[in-house]
Antibody, heavy 123, light 115 residues
């Protein structure tokens, strides 16, 4: 059974940093690209970042570019999101999501999602 | 103007059909995009429903009932998620998504109420 479990969320002051983790199980982690998708309280979904299985290709949303860094450790079946210079508008539940397909190819979508971890940026 | 626009809410009766639209911004041609649809129920992460580009390029998500289907309205420049035979369990938020300018873009979501 595919499982994605996020951790590392919490309360942080504006300008602060936080590192999120996503522990994956039930599939060959290195064979799949991964993503972070966030959802502000009571709001819609916003894609944040993508990383290929080998970490060769990485994408970011403009809203986080230069502040967030996605990475993965295939030996540990783990995905990470280092978040720096946090702003109030980064407050959200952050989900990790497995990707299936080829980016820019015939199809690509998020087939499994974790429950998410809440990040609150406030003084 | 947002890339993808969805009505914020929609109500329909059990057993009826509901048509959820996802309108692409002017200048972005719906015909060239695969539109992905997700369902999210309160307290749960989104679940993939299906993708639709054309009748020859479409896919149903694993375990998703056939009463969920996709289409397009080229005249309205919109993707459509059609849910037939509505059930109370279909009450949820629905999001469309496309790959545009090297990023994934979600619509704002439609809250479907079945009453």
């Amino acid at each position: 059974e595919v499982q994605l479990v996020e951790s590392g969320g919490g309360l942080v002051q504006p300008g602060g940093s936080l590192r999120l983790s996503c522990a994956a199980s039930g599939f060959i982690f290195s064979s799949y690209s991964m993503n972070w998708v966030r959802q502000a309280p009571g709001k819609g979904l916003e894609w944040v970042s993508y990383i290929s299985g080998s970490s060769n290709t990485i994408y970011y949303a403009d809203s986080v570019k230069g502040r967030f860094t996605i990475s993965r450790d295939n030996a540990k079946n783990s995905l990470y999101l280092q978040m720096n210079s946090l702003r109030a508008e980064d407050t959200a539940v952050y989900h990790c999501a497995r990707g299936v397909g080829v980016v820019g190819g015939s199809y690509y979508y998020f087939d499994y999602w974790g429950q998410g971890t809440l990040v609150t940026v406030s003084s | 103007q947002a890339v993808l626009t969805q009505p914020s809410s929609l109500s329909a009766s059990p057993g009826a059909s509901a048509s959820l639209t996802c309108t692409l911004r002017s200048g972005i041609n719906v015909g060239t995009y695969r539109i992905y649809w997700y369902q999210q129920k309160p307290g749960s992460p989104p679940q993939y429903l299906l993708r639709y580009k054309s009748d020859s390029d479409k896919q149903q998500g694993s375990g998703v009932p056939s009463r969920f289907s996709g289409s397009k309205d080229a005249s309205a420049n919109a993707g459509i998620l059609l849910i037939s035979g509505l059930q109370s369990e279909d009450e949820a938020d629905y999001y469309c998504m496309i790959w545009h300018s090297s990023v994934w873009v979600f619509g704002g979501g439609t809250k479907l109420t079945v009453l």
